[in-house]
């Protein structure tokens, strides 16, 4: 059974940087896809962006294009959401999660307990 921790978020100033990292135990991320999603208080939680199971295809949400970039490690079982020019509005829960042999990750199969990303002055 695969299982994800993620890490890396932080109290941060906007304009600021964060490196989220998704940790893959039980089973390696190999074949699987990689989503990062948010929730922030109020909304429904999104995905900002993922990636495909042999890493060649990538997806963001517009409001992250630019600014934000999705990566792995299959080596390491991790996945990486690299953070750039945050935003207040980019606060939220940071969740990962995983699909096994896909583009996207449309119906996740396993899910992280989240890490929390603030971007405040």
């Known amino acids: 059974q695969l299982q994800l921790v993620e890490s890396g978020g932080d109290l941060v100033q906007p304009g600021g940087s964060l490196r989220l990292s998704c940790k893959a135990s039980g089973l390696t991320l190999d074949y699987y896809a990689i989503g990062w999603f948010r929730q922030a208080p109020g909304k429904e939680r999104e995905e900002v962006a993922c990636i495909s199971s042999f890493g060649d295809n990538t997806e963001y949400v517009d409001s992250v294009k630019g600014r934000f970039t999705i990566s792995r490690d299959d080596a390491k079982s991790t996945a990486y959401l690299q953070m750039n020019s945050l935003k207040s509005e980019d606060t939220a829960i940071y969740y990962c999660?995983?699909?096994?042999?896909?583009?996207?990750?449309?119906?996740?199969?396993?899910w992280g307990q989240g890490t929390p990303v603030t971007v405040s002055s």
């Open positions: 999660a995983a699909e096994y042999k896909a583009m996207c990750v449309r119906t996740p199969e396993a």
